[in-house]
């Protein structure tokens, strides 16, 4: 069967440069995920650092090398092109995308998170998708991890009772983090945030954006608490799901979680206390991004249904733009998902 033809644009971290880094699991990277896939030929990667052409050439032979998306496109390596990744920081992504759509490269763009830098661009890139009839399906990574994807069938059968509350520690930015942090909430709980308070806010790396310490409440009552912490000291990733029946842990960004029931307390008759009863890890060794590859390959094979859409990309943003305007407000702000 001939193969689907990949071309990543952006070879930083996520684009390629993470499987130089010895303590990452292979493959995590979007160009070592297309050159292990079965499923596809990585054709062509741009970059504007030339520098980042030596390292493609560390694992990958045959991938050819450019600067820009037009050097690609006067070569002849870009008519074809199935799917696209966009591997560029945030700021770049809407004019890339546009640029993608408009010069018809790719049936499907494969972009990073967030997919633009706010709700307006956002919007923009909806219209495109209609006007062009492409693909867009945004990397929020956690989406094709399997652990993490069972979390959500586990709160939504209420296996441990009913959610009555969420505490999230998180580093690196409402926008960065929180693309992540919002659509995790929202997988787990099938539920939108409805309003947010910020109250505090934090020292990040990840600045000019914001590192909020924040209240929220669930359109299903559930209420929450975010603790921002300063990454300059550690970085964190962290949620705890208080259910009537017992406790959900996410630890270690993902790669724990643990599962607590409740019992009579060891201690005091009359009282009940948690107690571990499960505990899935090294969760983030399921290759995320090797998953979500296969996933692209199957949905242009059989038409299988995506596990993240251009929604899920969007709604976080959403969260994010209110956050800033309770900041600024000092005062509760209902999320605008219009
Ligand atoms: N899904 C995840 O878990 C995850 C993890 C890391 C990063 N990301 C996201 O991926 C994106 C990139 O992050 P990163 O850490 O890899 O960034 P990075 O700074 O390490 O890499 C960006 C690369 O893009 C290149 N570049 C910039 N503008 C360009 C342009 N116009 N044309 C061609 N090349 C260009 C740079 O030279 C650089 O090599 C961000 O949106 C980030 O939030 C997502």
New binding site residues.
């Given amino acids: 069967m001939s193969k689907y033809k990949a071309a990543v ?10 499987d130089f880094d010895e303590k990452r699991n292979h493959p995590s990277s979007h160009s070592l995920a297309y050159t292990d896939s079965d499923n596809f030929d990585l054709v062509f990667c ?4 030339v520098e ?1 052409g030596k390292w493609l050439n560390k694992i990958n032979h045959r991938a050819y090398f450019f ?3 037009d050097e690609a496109i006067k070569c002849g390596y870009a008519n074809d092109i199935d799917v696209v990744s966009v ?4 700021d ?2 809407f ?2 995308l546009s640029e993608l759509l408009e010069k018809k490269i790719g049936k499907v763009v494969f972009c ?3 997919i633009a830098l706010n709700s307006k661009e956002a919007k923009k890139i909806k219209e495109m998708v209609e006007q062009y009839n492409v693909k867009i399906i945004p ?4 989406r094709w991890n399997v652990g993490l994807r069972k979390v959500k069938d586990t709160v939504q059968n209420q296996r441990y009772g009913k959610l009555e509350k969420i505490n999230v520690r998180y580093t690196r930015g409402i926008y ?1 983090t929180g ?2 942090l919002f659509d995790i909430l929202e997988m787990w709980t099938g539920t939108e945030i409805e309003s947010v308070e910020a109250l505090d806010k934090t020292i990040t790396t990840a600045e000019p954006e914001p590192t909020f310490s924040f209240f929220f409440k669930m359109r299903n009552g559930v209420t929450g608490y975010a603790e921002a912490i300063n990454d300059e000291q550690y970085y964190m990733f962290e949620i705890d799901m208080f259910l009537t029946d017992g406790k959900i842990e996410m630890r270690n960004s993902g790669d724990d979680v643990r599962y607590f029931s409740r019992t009579s307390h060891h201690l005091f008759g009359d009282f009940m206390e948690l107690k571990e009863v499960a505990h899935d890890g090294n969760l983030l060794a399921d290759s ?2 090797m998953n979500a590859v296969d996933n692209i390959s199957g949905w242009l094979k059989n038409g299988d249904s995506v596990l993240c859409s251009l929604e899920n990309a969007i709604k976080p943003l959403y969260i994010a733009e209110a956050l800033e305007k309770s900041f600024n407000l000092k005062q509760v702000v209902k999320v605008n998902y219009e």
């Fill in positions: 644009i952006g070879l930083g971290n996520i684009g390629l440069m993470y741009v970059d504007s650092d980042k600067r820009t998306i591997c560029t920081p945030p770049t992504h004019c890339i990073e998170k967030p990397n929020i990574s956690r960065n693309s992540h995320c991004i």
